[in-house]
């Protein structure tokens, strides 16, 4: 074989394996899908992963940081569930030690309640104009904030005024080093269209865990900077019956 010859057969090589690592990427992206199962009545809110409730759900897990390096220690559990009314999201949250806001409130929403330990979820209905969407939080304690989000918005407002009656149920098992958020949002807050099998969502969850000084900040899809705010890594959320 000539020098030509190889060389050309190298430059293939690389071309079919970029174009492997392309299709590998987009791949990968489409796997990046939550389903979540029908209810056919929407229950008291609990924060048990056991009850028949949550059970009959199919749990998805979050250990990467923004980063997309692995936490082991701090592997959340998710599951979610709907109805026609409402969508339903539980987080199973492991901790080594909690950041706690003083004196919480859950009788009103609590603005920049991420400036604490939190559980969240990005919610949008809009796949044309993906920078529009809503954000929802809960404490361990059960402190909450919802957010209607414009990423253009030119005004500084983030949207924390907007409220979309959503409810939350929280509490804190301290011998086992777990807590518990549970979230139900009206359907209606996110979506125009009916609660049906086969609506997708864009979506991605979040946590922000620990003290300051050794925060972590977990995502299940990482935007890979340090900004929550990446609506292009969103995954889909699938209704299915």
Not at 69 to 86: A, G, M, S
Request: glycine share 4%; charged share 25%.
């Amino acid at each position: 074989m000539t020098l030509v010859s190889e060389w050309n057969s190298m430059n293939n090589f690389f071309v079919q394996l970029l174009a492997l690592l392309v299709l590998s990427s987009f791949t990968f992206a489409a796997d990046a899908v939550i389903e979540s199962k029908w209810a056919d009545s929407d229950p008291k809110l609990d924060t048990n992963p056991a009850s028949s409730f949550w059970r009959s759900s199919d749990p998805i897990s979050m250990e990467l940081d923004a980063h997309g390096k692995p936490e082991p220690r701090y592997r959340t559990e998710i599951r979610t569930r709907w109805t026609k009314q409402n969508l339903y999201i539980l987080y199973v949250c492991p901790y080594e030690e909690l950041n706690l806001k003083p004196n919480p409130d859950t009788s009103a929403e609590t603005n920049k309640l991420w400036d604490w330990d939190v559980a969240e979820a990005f919610v949008g209905a809009d796949f044309k104009n993906i920078k529009r969407y809503k954000e929802f939080e809960i404490s361990p304690r059960g402190e909450w904030v919802d957010l209607d989000i414009d990423l253009d918005r030119k005004d500084g407002d983030s949207g924390w005024r907007w409220n979309s009656g959503f409810e939350v149920s929280a509490r804190i098992d301290e011998a086992a080093h777990v807590w518990y958020g549970a979230m139900r949002i009206p359907y209606s807050a996110i979506d125009t269209r009916p609660a049906e099998a086969g609506n997708t969502l864009r979506i991605n969850l979040f946590r922000c865990q620990g003290p300051m000084a050794s925060r972590m900040y977990l995502a299940w899809q990482p935007p890979m900077r340090d900004s929550f705010h990446t609506p292009e890594v969103f995954g889909t959320l699938k209704l299915v019956k």
